[in-house]
């Protein structure tokens, strides 16, 4: 199965809003709405910060969003702050009951 | 608080077999919403879903490596093992194990330790 696709990079001043986008097909993030996020800093195990496409697991902040078209899903981070620097992550169900993750986006504070 | 261990040699030669166990406590490893995962990470790159089982003994693959992997579940000791047969350097990589409570997303995760493939 192939990664779903994530720009490398991102970058965004603090306080302004930046979007992550995660590109599969109608096989994985257009076929269903198992569609997660996860944020991880360096030298540290992801932390899931969006799941089912769109639901923040309590103790997230709400400046963190997600919603998906067709085979596109994107990651909205509001209000950008200097802790929000980390690697993300988005992950997908498959038809072949399996999953698979982006190739993961470094999110830069200027 | 759930919480994962991963444990196994740092270090493996090329055409050999990987193994990995994940000790789990704070939850029971017999429970039957949860689905027991192991994901690898190599260095500077993304994430690789490997697969998982569930308790009751039904697992599901990375069809990459399918052929490659097998995970099983040790109730006793409330463990879960990763075994991966013929690696290569491609391989190396910090392996997580993690739990997946059965909703599609890793609500836990293992601190994640490195495996390398090299003679």
């Known amino acids: 199965q192939s990664a779903l696709t994530q720009p490398a990079s991102v970058s965004g001043s603090p306080g302004q809003s930046i979007t992550i986008s995660c590109t599969g097909t109608s096989s994985d993030v257009g076929g269903y709405n198992f569609v997660s996020w996860y944020q991880q800093h360096p030298g540290k195990a992801p932390k899931v910060i969006i799941f089912d496409v769109e639901k923040r697991p309590s103790g997230v902040s709400n400046r963190f969003s997600g919603s998906k078209s067709d085979n596109t899903a994107s990651l909205t981070i509001s209000g950008l702050q200097a802790e929000d620097e980390a690697d993300y992550h988005c992950s997908s169900f498959t038809r072949s009951n399996s999953f698979v993750f982006g190739g993961g986006t470094k999110v830069t504070v200027l | 608080q759930v919480q994962l261990q991963e444990s196994g040699p740092g270090l493996v030669k090329p055409s050999q077999t990987l193994s990995l166990t994940c000790t789990v406590s704070?939850?029971?490893?017999?429970?039957?919403?949860?689905?027991w995962t192991w994901i690898r990470q190599p260095a500077g790159k993304g994430l690789e879903w490997i697969g998982r089982?569930?308790?009751?003994?039904?697992?599901s693959y990375n069809p990459s490596l399918k052929s490659r992997v097998t995970i099983s579940v040790d109730t006793s000791g409330n463990q879960f093992s990763l075994t991966l047969s013929s690696v290569t350097a491609a391989d190396t990589a910090v392996y997580f194990c993690a739990r997946d409570g059965g909703l599609g997303y890793i609500e836990y995760w293992g601190r994640g330790t490195l495996v390398t493939v090299s003679s």
């Open positions: 704070g939850a029971s490893i017999n429970s039957e919403s949860d689905h």
């Open positions: 089982i569930h308790s009751a003994g039904s697992t």
